[in-house]
């Protein structure tokens, strides 16, 4: 859902955390550890995704099992990313 957003056109990083969020919350068995929009080079966390490209994370508690995830948002072709 969140790479459908941004590749319609979205670009708050806190949209698409909160996205994430609610989707992710509506599994009862779900504790969500952290959600994160982060530049995919250098690691610091962005408020606005701009032309580079982006790391939206996630750590998430089923139980006792800590799942994490990452999906790369942007133009990443001849980027190195982290």
């Known amino acids: 859902q969140a790479q459908t957003l941004y590749a319609e056109g979205e670009r708050s990083a806190s949209r698409l955390v909160d996205l994430v969020r609610s989707t992710v919350g509506n599994e009862p068995l779900a504790r969500i550890d952290y959600v994160s929009v982060n530049d995919a080079v250098t690691l610091e966390k962005i408020d606005k995704l701009g032309d580079g490209t982006a790391l939206l994370s996630l ?12 999906v790369v948002l942007g133009s990443h072709k001849n980027a190195a990313v982290a």
């Open 59 to 70: 750590a998430v508690f089923i139980g006792k099992t800590r799942l994490i995830d990452n």
